[in-house]
């Protein structure tokens, strides 16, 4: 018995120095996204005999990006629903759907306002005011971009440089709501 035991011990032991030299274990993680934006109007007008209208051919636009940190890239996605006023930070650690989320660029970043909200919520912050508004100037402290109620406000940049995150001037993105309503934001980067 004792020396069963002895093996069995050994046997964990070696299991273990080998599990310890692979180093990290943990997948690989890969992004794909498609950032989409269509716009579709038709427009009706009655006449005396019959009507007349006119559709507007689709005005899309869409970005596809792969996994990566260059042009048309990203690699880290961070999402969030709220029903209060919050700051993220986003070259702290932010927690993602996948685990902790920190960015050096931002390709791209929506806020959606709840239907059900009773006034506009707004978006600012040192990130909207330094990069977004005026690029390399914190001269607009109280400056915020509103979003309506059930609106969206969305930024692209999927070139290779993004939006830099900047610390402690450029790394705040923060929605103001009145109350309890509620936004969604979706930022994704690298």
Partial sequence: MKRFLTVGLAA???????????GDVTAATSLTASLASTWSVRLTEALAAGTQSYDSANSGHTVTLTNGSGLNQANKVFVATAAATTSY????????????VSFTRIVG???????????????????????????GGDTLA?????????GSWEFV????????????TGDVVTITVAGTDSFTVMVVGS
Wanted: aromatic share 2%; hydrophobic share 50%.
């Fill in 109 to 135: 970043i929506r806020v959606v306002a709840a239907s059900a909200n009773s006034a506009a919520i707004s978006v600012g912050g040192d990130w909207i005011l330094t990069k977004y508004l005026t690029p």
């Fill in 12 to 22: 964990l032991c070696a299991i273990v120095l080998a599990l310890g030299s692979m």
């Fill in 142 to 150: 109280n400056t915020t971009i509103p979003v309506s109620i059930n």
């Fill in 157 to 168: 940049a999927p070139t290779a440089a993004g939006i830099a995150v900047t610390a402690t």
């Fill in 89 to 100: 930070d986003l070259d702290s650690t932010l927690t993602g759907p996948l685990g902790s």
